[in-house]
């Protein structure tokens, strides 16, 4: 990729609201070990539902112009327990407000997505960017999520411009679990400055 000037960024915060994607690393393994190892599809997994929590964070930046843009990437995993974080970190309060323009999901693991409703339950119409390959099933389960805007996939050809100073890079890389279907894509961001 040839170099890229995504303008500039006066500032960029980065603030983990949680990076607990599950409780217990042994349940974890049993979980996938008892669906038939690393290569079943994570909607086949009988996952144990008080072991799941999730990742997310919140970004924001204020351009040059000092304009503040605020995106939540990812949505981590069971929807009580970020609920909970979003609700203690005030981002149920952004969301309902509009403060926050688009919820950016990194790739379709279930840590970083199936929590989805507990973000749209506080602005439905919010919008979502996720890499090109999303399986049929994610795509369904943000449907299902009760999710009304747009999506909007973000494919191999990059950079993708986020806001000026923040731009986005799409690539395949091999996931464990991951849904029939998919291209295994996943989404990185940049913040310049």
């Known amino acids: 990729m040839s170099k890229v000037d995504i303008g500039r960024a006066r500032s960029l915060s980065i603030k983990c609201l949680s990076e607990v994607s599950w409780h217990d690393n042994d349940r974890m393994r049993q979980d996938v070990r008892e669906a038939g190892g690393l290569g079943v599809d994570q909607f086949d997994v009988k996952w144990s539902p008080e072991n799941a929590a999730g990742v997310s964070s919140l970004i924001e930046s204020v351009d040059g112009g000092g304009r503040v843009r605020k995106f939540l990437m990812d949505v981590g995993w069971d929807v009580a327990y970020m609920d909970g974080v979003f609700r203690r970190e005030g981002i149920d309060r952004m969301l309902a407000a509009g403060e926050i323009q688009y919820l950016y999901i990194t790739h379709e693991h279930v840590d970083h997505l199936w929590g989805l409703p507990a973000a749209v339950k506080y602005r439905p119409d919010v919008k979502i960017l996720i890499p090109t390959g999303f399986s049929e099933k994610s795509r369904e389960l943000i449907r299902e ?37 998919s291209r295994s894509s996943t989404s990185t961001w940049r913040g310049g400055g």
């Open 145 to 181: 999520s009760g999710h009304t805007g747009k999506v909007v996939e973000l494919g191999p050809e990059a950079p993708h411009l986020l806001f000026p100073g923040c731009a986005s890079v799409t690539f395949d890389i091999p996931i464990f679990s991951r849904p029939a279907g």
